[in-house]
């Protein structure tokens, strides 16, 4: 199975859902936001 979200290959669901809560800490508190004025979600 591949990880839609990083494109890496996983071998069982839990690991799938290891990359998905990575990759949510990663998008919601620290990735920048063009709409924010390119801050993060938690300096705004």
């Given amino acids: 199975m591949?990880?839609?979200l990083t494109g890496?290959?996983?071998?069982?669901?839990?690991?799938?859902?290891?990359?998905?809560?990575?990759?949510?800490m990663f998008y919601n508190p620290c990735r920048l936001h063009s709409t924010l004025g390119l801050i993060s979600p938690m300096q705004f």
């Fill in 8 to 24: 890496r290959r996983v071998e069982t669901r839990s690991q799938a859902m290891a990359e998905a809560i990575y990759w949510m």
């Fill in 2 to 4: 591949t990880s839609t």
